[in-house]
């Protein structure tokens, strides 16, 4: 379990470093998320390594919540990310839930370099963004967009700390589901140990 929680405190390291970089540079550009929006939580396709809510699931345990947070993301039958609250019927207003333990993905998204064929990577701003902001996005446009930070970067230094937890992306809520069976898993096996069970 000591493990498990150190990494999580690496990963959380690399959460405020990429938070940072990213906000800093949608706030330059003034490329910056729409007041109060929360459409990208409410998309199906959020992706996550499970080593990126190994903070969250840490977080719950901690709470002594982990094996019923698991119950209700088995029996979850939303399409969306369990942890986001809408706001609003069509689901485009919302909020985190948990948006200090949020993985990397959602600190990187709004405006970021992606990867293109030729490995250069290309400036991708969320649809919302560009219609509420056409005067940054076109100022930003117009320039070489080659300081925009890369998303694949933030994703590979947070997949190098541990690469098995951090190899596969998949569904966000699937995501939390592995990393809480793991810490359940790990800590059943730590209190066998203390009790002086395993040999
Ligand atoms: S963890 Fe939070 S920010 Fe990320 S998709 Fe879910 S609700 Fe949105
Ligand atoms: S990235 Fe786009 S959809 Fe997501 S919260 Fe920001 S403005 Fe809304």
Redo the contacts with the bound molecule.
């Keep these: 379990m000591q493990r498990l929680r150190e990494l999580a405190r690496l990963v959380e390291a690399v959460f405020d470093d990429l938070e940072q970089t990213f906000s800093n540079y949608q706030q330059q550009t003034g490329l910056?998320?729409?007041s109060g929006?929360?459409?990208?939580?409410n998309?199906p396709k959020v992706e996550a390594t499970p080593l990126e809510l190994l903070p969250l699931a840490l977080h719950y345990y901690d709470l002594g919540q982990a094996e019923q947070m698991l119950a209700d993301l088995q029996q979850y039958s939303g399409f969306s990310c369990f942890h986001y609250k809408r706001h609003s019927l069509d689901g485009?207003a919302g909020q985190c839930s948990v948006y200090r333990q949020r993985p990397a993905i959602c600190r990187m998204?709004?405006?970021a370099s992606v990867g293109s064929k030729d490995g250069k990577g290309r400036l991708s701003v969320?649809?919302?963004?560009k219609q509420?902001r056409p005067a940054a996005y076109e100022s930003v446009i117009a320039s070489d967009c080659t300081d925009a930070p890369r998303m694949s970067h933030g994703k590979s230094r947070i997949q190098q700390l541990d690469f098995r937890l951090g190899q596969q992306d998949m569904p966000i809520n699937e995501a939390l589901i592995v990393a809480l069976e793991k810490v359940l898993f790990q800590s059943s096996f730590s209190d066998t140990e203390s009790t002086g069970l395993v040999a």
Excluded: P
């Design positions: 910056t998320c729409l929006c929360g459409a990208c939580c998309n485009l998204f709004g405006a969320c649809k919302l963004i509420e």
